[in-house]
């Protein structure tokens, strides 16, 4: 297994809270986060497409909700 990042832990974490769309996450981490892993929006997005393929997180479409939302596994 590759080495993990502090941005896994950080989307970890809040996903393990609640479920969000890939912008909410970004967003929230951007928001809590920044002083502790300062990381890019990009970097996130990337992040976010890793966990879903390593099956850490999995992406579910919500009814009567045109978003995708992140679940932790």
């Known amino acids: 297994m590759a080495d993990q990042s502090p941005a896994t832990y950080g989307l970890l974490g809040m996903l393990a809270v609640r479920s969000w769309t890939g912008y909410e996450l ?3 981490v ?3 986060l920044r002083f502790i892993w300062p ?8 992040e976010q497409k890793r966990l879903v393929a390593l099956g850490w997180a999995v992406v579910e479409q919500e009814p009567n909700d045109a978003r995708e939302r992140a679940n932790v596994v």
């Open 30 to 32: 951007h928001r809590s």
């Open 26 to 28: 970004t967003r929230q």
């Open 39 to 46: 990381t890019s929006e990009g970097h996130l997005y990337r």
